[in-house]
């Protein structure tokens, strides 16, 4: 029976410096619509590492790659016009106080621009932008410049650390921005050429394999088999299990046989320990073994631990079997699976 927990830290990008809609305005002039812009995104701390840390080891990434779209244009008093092949949006102006809905409806268009880019593979991009990790360690930052203003769509790559997937929802930003909607405050009712955004990544733990192998020396001349059941088990730096299984092996003879297991939660010490050997045989090796599973791009892949035992003169025939519980949403039901071993067909 295997229980995994993945986590996964979601959430939307968070404007730090809020973009302004089409139609209405708050600004107090007009946008200089010959002033570059730029725009800047990063994240805000350096959380420590571990399964509930914010980002873990995000920052250990040498570099985020991003693309920038210009889905609309703005005219110099702060209307937006849906450029090709973004037409079909319906770019939602910022009316607060409802600022709830108005964000669902914003992630929803971010969306939509999104799969229109993936609709067009030939579609060019109208900048990049490079997120790189600082010389302090308290984050990630990249700055897109020279922008023309507009709002844009931001897509950024995903992105992998040895531990962790990191994953970033596409979002629009509007560059100018104005922080009137933002803080409500008339005195701040200015445009923003120069933009800040506060990423918010999703992220989720790889996995490696893990290897069992046992051997056996001396193999005891009876009818039947040998099993040898092994309890694995991953645990996060606070006690809490992230990943149980047992496994079977099962021997005819003498020799070494192995035991797969694949999605074991990388960057986290699995114990292995042999629970149960049979009355005739003694297992000669550690009984419990400690191993921190790697992914196959880094450390020695795949994580091994290896058990030995012998047959002790006694001719006691022991069997055992590995049970599986599968939910099937088809037949809405837990379905019992049976095998010898691990090695066994399901």
């Not at 409500?184 to 445009?191: C, G, K, P, V």
Request: proline share 5%.
């Amino acid at each position: 029976m295997k229980a995994i927990r993945t986590c996964l830290l979601l959430g939307a990008v968070i404007l730090l410096v809020i973009g302004v809609g089409p139609g209405q305005t708050y600004a107090a002039g007009a946008i200089d619509l010959s002033r570059p812009c730029s725009l800047t995104l990063y994240t805000r701390s350096s959380p420590e590492s571990g399964e509930d840390g914010e980002y873990a080891d995000l920052y250990s990434i040498p570099q985020i790659s991003g693309t920038l779209y210009r889905v609309a244009d703005v005219s110099f008093t702060g209307a937006y016009r849906s450029r090709a092949p973004f037409e079909a949006l319906n770019i939602p102006a910022l009316t607060a106080p409802d600022r709830e809905a108005w964000a669902a409806l914003w992630e929803d268009t971010a969306d939509k621009a999104a799969a229109i880019v993936e609709e067009n593979p030939g579609f060019i991009p109208d900048a990049a932008v490079t997120l790189t990790p600082l010389e302090d360690g308290s984050g990630i930052l990249g700055t897109a410049r020279e922008l023309r203003p507009g709002m844009y769509l931001v897509i950024l790559e995903d992105a992998q650390s040895p531990v962790f997937t990191y994953r970033f929802r596409p979002f629009l930003a509007a560059v100018p921005g104005n922080l009137y909607w933002e803080t409500q405050d008339e005195s701040r009712d200015a445009w923003i050429y120069d933009v800040s955004a506060a990423l918010k990544p999703e992220w989720e733990r790889r996995t490696g394999k893990l290897i069992i192998r046992k051997t056996v020396e001396r193999y005891a001349d009876m009818d039947g088999s040998a099993d040898f059941v092994f309890l694995v088990e991953s645990r996060d730096e606070d006690g809490k299990i992230l990943y149980s299984n047992v496994v079977t092996i099962r021997h005819q003879d003498a020799g070494t046989q192995e035991a797969v297991l694949t999605d074991v939660p990388a960057g986290l010490t699995v114990t292995v320990t042999e629970v149960y050997s049979g009355a005739s045989y003694t297992l000669v090796s550690e009984p419990s073994q400690s191993v921190t599973v790697t992914t196959q791009d880094t450390g020695e892949y795949p994580a091994t631990v290896e058990f030995v035992n012998t047959w002790n003169g006694k001719l006691t025939q022991d069997t055992a079997a590995v049970n599986r519980f599968t939910y099937t949403q088809d037949e809405q039901a837990w379905v019992w699976q049976t095998r010898a071993d691990n090695n066994s067909p399901s």
